[in-house]
């Protein structure tokens, strides 16, 4: 996957493991969701409803909170958000 600097995501499901980590999906500009962890995007999911599907995939695995729409962030911003 080819990241910018310039490319921004909105953070719209946040969890947390036992030992404190966060994971966040979140979107793009067209739609598409990716999960965000290990200070990495991880996969890609696009189309209509692409974070709710990504949630129920994930739901076996994990309890995602929805997080209200706000400003996007760059990659490195999420990163400083997880770490």
Known sequence: MVLS???RYTVRYR?????????LIVEDSAGAAYLFT????QGMISGKNASIRLVKRLAEVAYWRQVPRVAPYTVDGLRQMTS
């Not at 969890?15 to 994971?23: K, L, M, N």
């Not at 290990?38 to 995007?41: C, E, I, K, M, Y």
């Open 38 to 41: 290990g200070g990495s995007l």
């Open 5 to 7: 600097s310039l490319d």
């Open 15 to 23: 969890c947390s493991d036992r030992r404190g980590r966060t994971a």
